[in-house]
């Protein structure tokens, strides 16, 4: 199976999409048409393990790996370095709402689901299109990805990783993340600006030519961890289809029964892969796209209009901070079927800052999609009383998600049953988790790792233990003209 870009049907095979990240004319790489999944492949699915279910629903996509490369993958991906067993487990809140954890890995984030697996299939698909050069990764985060892409990256051969993050726009926890990372082939740098300028200048450096041929000749070129890149989505339909599995493994759901799936969502990569795993069969009823007060896919979602041009919110939830969804052209263009009709919307979208979708498209769009937001003062409180009702506690990302869940409810009296898509471990952002849960989070973010642990009686994960008597190995921090030259100095 190929794949092709959203803006001129280009076409590549599977370790093309993956190894090139963004297609040549700045479009992103889809697959031409989308696997199927049975109802007798999901019962099967219901029988494996974690691993298993990677290895089965990633196979359908990559027709030009074997099952043992991706068994080896899969292996070093999801093992170990996951503090659960089940990787990506779901935790039953009662009998109509359940948390789908993706935050057992290495980083404490979701984005490691994808990030652990992303090297292999990455440096795999280099050598399969015969690549001679060394891959330098370089990364635009609003906080979690950063980590998770150094981790994922680190001392991998053949490879260098370079992180820019928005100078004081990611936690006090994510950056000491990032400037302690370990590892001979990483760097970290700070951006003056918000997550759109370090995207927009990441972008920039990838369209420049001039760059690539001082790179090239030099033995190098560089590619993307972000969530454009195929190989990030991949490993993300996993999930789904694994918290399905689990449902009906727990007696939650009859097989063949619909659910809702309520995704905390920014960069538009987390809610996609869902939908992929929806358009091979899995059922679901509808997808609930949650958002911070940079509510600009709820907007988008209710009116057909996606208008960036609008203020910047530094919110709880900083990995949600977005205003340029980067992944929405994927589902633009299978919606639409059209790569002209994609081009345009991302034409207007750079020269106007906003588009209209067509009324046919929005319909589409409205079938399978709703959508909400919360502000920071309703995030903090469905921490509280989530923690007051139930005892689990919850990080903002979440949160976000889970009240537009209840307002979702009350406002349509759908109570189908519904997975809340957990995206980070509540010691992630435990100045507010704390505050929320009536706590006193006056000192540096890494010292409430301890005081939310007390107060919660929960062990903090391992990888965030000690963060604050690790050295800081990066302290630099650049405007964004200079991004292109501290990536020429980095390699
Ligand atoms: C990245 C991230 C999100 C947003 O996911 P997208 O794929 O960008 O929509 C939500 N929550 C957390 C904790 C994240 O790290």
Request: glycine share 8%.
């Amino acid at each position: 199976m190929n794949y092709y870009s959203t803006r001129s049907l280009t076409e590549t095979t599977a370790a093309g999409a993956i190894a090139g990240g963004l297609a040549p004319d700045g479009g992103l790489f889809v697959p031409m048409e989308i696997p199927a999944l049975t109802v007798s492949d999901l019962e099967a699915l219901c029988k494996m393990d974690y691993r298993q279910r990677a290895v089965n629903v990633m196979a359908r996509y990559l027709p030009e790996f074997s099952a043992e490369e991706l068994e080896g993958f899969a292996k070093a991906a999801y093992g170990e370095n996951f503090d659960d067993p089940a990787i990506a487990p779901v935790h039953a809140l009662d009998d109509k709402t359940s948390f789908l954890e993706l935050w057992h890995g290495p980083t404490c984030a979701f984005k490691d689901m994808a990030l652990q697996m992303l090297p292999h299939l990455l440096t795999a698909s280099l050598k399969k299109n015969g690549e001679q050069r060394q891959v330098c990764i370089l990364v635009a985060t609003s906080g979690d990805t950063g980590k998770a892409a150094l981790q994922g990256f680190a001392d991998v051969a053949g490879t260098k990783i370079m992180v820019f993050y928005p100078n004081g726009g990611v936690s006090d926890v994510q950056r000491l993340q990032m400037v302690t990372q370990q590892g001979n082939n990483v760097g970290v740098c700070a951006v003056q600006g918000n997550f759109d300028d370090a995207q927009t200048g990441v972008k920039q450096i990838f369209g420049n030519a001039d760059i690539a041929s001082q790179l090239n000749s030099r033995g190098w070129f560089l590619s993307s961890a972000n969530s454009i890149n195929w190989g990030r989505l991949l490993p993300q339909v996993v999930y789904y289809i694994s918290a399905y599995c689990d449902e009906v493994n727990a007696g939650r759901i009859q097989m063949g029964e619909k659910i809702n799936f309520v995704v905390p969502t920014g960069n538009f990569g987390n809610i996609l892969a869902g939908w992929y795993a929806k358009q091979m069969g899995l059922p679901v009823n509808r997808f609930v796209c949650a958002s911070n007060e940079n509510n600009v896919l709820t907007d988008f979602i209710r009116t057909g209009t996606y208008n960036r041009n609008r203020p910047f919110h530094v919110t709880a939830s900083p990995s949600m901070d977005i205003l340029v969804s980067s992944n929405l052209e994927r589902l633009l263009f299978t919606l639409s079927g059209s790569a002209p009709e994609t081009d345009g919307y991302m034409k207007d979208l750079r020269e106007k800052g906003q588009y209209t979708v067509s009324r046919e498209l929005l319909g589409k769009l409205q079938s399978e999609f709703s959508c909400g937001f919360c502000d920071d003062v309703r995030t903090r409180a469905a921490i509280g009383s989530l923690w007051a009702e139930h005892h689990y506690l919850m990080d903002t990302h979440t949160a976000v998600a889970y009240q537009v869940l209840c307002d979702y409810r009350k406002e349509t009296g759908d109570d189908t049953p519904a997975v809340v898509v957990s995206t980070a471990s509540p010691f992630k952002f435990c100045d507010h988790v704390l505050t929320a849960i009536g706590g006193n989070a006056d000192a540096p973010g890494v010292q409430l790792i301890d005081r939310l642990s007390q107060a919660s009686g929960i062990p903090a994960p391992k990888p965030l233990a000690g963060l604050a008597e690790r050295e800081v190995r990066f302290r630099g921090c650049v405007e964004k003209n200079l991004m292109p030259q501290t990536v020429l100095d980095f390699i």
